[in-house]
């Protein structure tokens, strides 16, 4: 094992990406069923970000960033050479930074959410939307290609059980977008928009965490190579 990866800091550092993704989810669910008026059965949980606790959903989207960009400063200390030193890092830096710019960008009010929101789609949208949009496209498309980086360095290191974990949520993560956008509904009603949206970041957001919490363990000299 490599000096690397038995720094206490890289170790330090992975737990924050650890802790990121249940966090992540675990603050939307309380959410979801607390927050007057909000359904998670139609609503986005970028939604969540509006109204007057809107705070708090912007708070878990950049304290999560935060988390995960520290996270990816351990991946970068603690990965010894070979495939995916230099990338799989970047790339979850880049989803930090991502789910950062969500919190920093809400989204428009829409499909009735606060009150007195349009019953659809906003009819005009904000520039704080588009960024809102591009912010979630960094997301997905760094969490995409890490997914299929660190299949690759696993796959080079024997551990298939882990290579076939991250190309099958590199897989899933795009599917459940697609399916997002051909099974949504048309004007007041969404479909099963939201729920594939929250689809996605249970899955990614947890392999993340997952991901994090395997080079940890491995500095700590405890994980087996399959």
Do not use: K
Not at 9 to 17: P, Q, V
Not at 172 to 180: N, R, S, T, W
Not at 191 to 207: D, H, N, Q, T, Y
């Amino acid at each position: 094992m490599s000096d690397r990866l038995r720094s206490p800091s890289a170790r330090t550092l992975l737990t924050c990406g650890v802790v990121a993704g249940p966090l992540f989810v675990l603050v939307v669910l309380v959410q979801d069923y607390t927050r007057p008026g909000f359904d998670p059965r139609r609503h986005p949980l970028s939604l969540l970000s509006l109204g007057d606790l809107g705070w708090v959903q912007i708070a878990n989207f950049m304290i999560t960033g935060v988390l995960f960009a520290a996270s990816a400063a351990g991946l970068r200390r603690a990965l010894a050479a070979g495939p995916g030193h230099t990338w799989g890092p970047l790339l979850i830096g880049l989803y930090g930074m991502g789910l950062v710019g969500a919190g920093v960008f809400v989204s428009d009010p829409a499909f009735g959410y606060p009150a007195g929101a349009p019953a659809g789609l906003p009819g005009t949208t904000s520039a704080h939307y588009v960024l809102h949009g591009v912010s979630f496209g960094v997301v997905l498309v760094s969490l995409i290609g890490a997914c299929f980086v660190f299949a690759r360095r696993f796959a080079a290191q024997g551990a298939r059980g882990w290579a076939l974990y991250c190309a099958a949520t590199g897989v899933a993560l795009p599917v459940c977008y697609a399916l997002a956008g051909l099974y949504s509904g048309n004007g007041a009603d969404p479909g099963p928009l939201s729920l594939w949206l929250r689809a996605i970041a249970l899955l990614g957001w947890l392999w993340a965490a997952a991901l994090a919490l395997r080079v940890r363990t491995l500095s700590e000299g405890r994980g087996a190579t399959r």
